[in-house]
Each structure stands twice: as structure tokens, then as C-alpha cells.
């Protein structure tokens, strides 16, 4: 395992940790403001996740040549 997927790895944990907690209130029906947060935050880490793999993918390009 490289330092890359460490990096990665911290995103794609916190969309599931994110997810979690969406699916927690909905199931134990709490939802709140907190809810809508986590919910519009698990796109933020989708969309910022996709760039940094984007951004990494690119950097090893640049290095391997």
C-alpha cells in the first residue's frame, strides 16, 4: 500500500462514516439539520475525492517519466 491510497483511503472512510450517520437518522427517524448536513457533505467528500485522485494521478504521471 502506497502513501496514495492512505490519502484516498481517509476520503472514502468518511464518506462511509457520513453515509452511516445519514442512514442512522433516517432509520431511527431523528432527522435533523444535522442530517441535511451530513448529506450535502457526503457530496462535498464525493466531489473532493474525485479531484484528488484526478490530482494524484496526474503527479505520478509527471514522475514516472
Known amino acids: 500500500m502506497n502513501k496514495k491510497d492512505i490519502f484516498i483511503g481517509g476520503y472514502y472512510f468518511a464518506i462511509i462514516f457520513l453515509v452511516a450517520c445519514v442512514l442512522y437518522d433516517v432509520f431511527?427517524?431523528?432527522?435533523?439539520?444535522?442530517?441535511?448536513?451530513?448529506?450535502?457533505?457526503?457530496?462535498?467528500?464525493?466531489?473532493?475525492?474525485?479531484?484528488?485522485?484526478?490530482?494524484?494521478e496526474g503527479f505520478e504521471d509527471e514522475h514516472n517519466d
Open 28 to 56: 431511527s427517524d431523528t432527522i435533523s439539520g444535522f442530517t441535511f448536513g451530513f448529506f450535502f457533505a457526503i457530496f462535498y467528500f464525493i466531489n473532493r475525492a474525485r479531484e484528488v485522485h484526478q490530482l494524484m
